[in-house]
């Protein structure tokens, strides 16, 4: 399991960079089901000028195509700042199994099946760069 969680967060993470190159909050998803991935994502609401355009949200809408259908059972979550309480209520509405963040927010997540990942101490290390220097740019 830790060999498909780096993987994937890896994947994640370059979907954070995505948006970060985008002056969005860095935040980057991955879906997988049957150890295939079935979506990614990043944010995109300053993008698309649409306050629901988290990450999570994102690469749910994905998903739900992309499997042609809106419960995505059996699925895993992958994402690199653990999600706000709409998305929390989206991702328990979608029926995903489980979601990884690297990240802790300074919100409480309150959903059981969403948990952080005491793997890749690397790849958070560098996550948590990004994200201080993405809100330090914003205060400069």
């Known amino acids: 399991m830790n060999n498909n969680i780096n993987k994937y967060m890896q994947i994640a993470y370059n979907e954070a960079i995505k948006a970060y190159k985008k002056n969005e909050i860095p ?23 649409n306050v629901l355009g988290h990450a999570e949200i994102n690469a749910i809408l994905k998903a739900e195509k992309n499997i042609k259908d809106w419960r995505l059972d059996g699925c895993i979550m992958y994402v690199t700042l653990a999600p706000c309480q709409m998305c929390q209520m989206v991702i328990n509405e979608s029926r995903i199994d489980k979601v990884y963040y690297l990240l802790e927010q300074n919100n409480q997540n309150n959903i059981e099946n969403i948990m952080q990942t005491n793997d890749c101490i690397f790849l958070k290390k560098e996550y948590q760069k990004i994200v201080d220097n993405f809100f330090k740019k914003l205060r400069d």
């Open 27 to 49: 935040v980057g998803v991955v879906i997988v089901k049957n150890n295939k991935i079935i979506s990614k994502a990043h944010n995109n609401r300053q993008y698309k000028y």
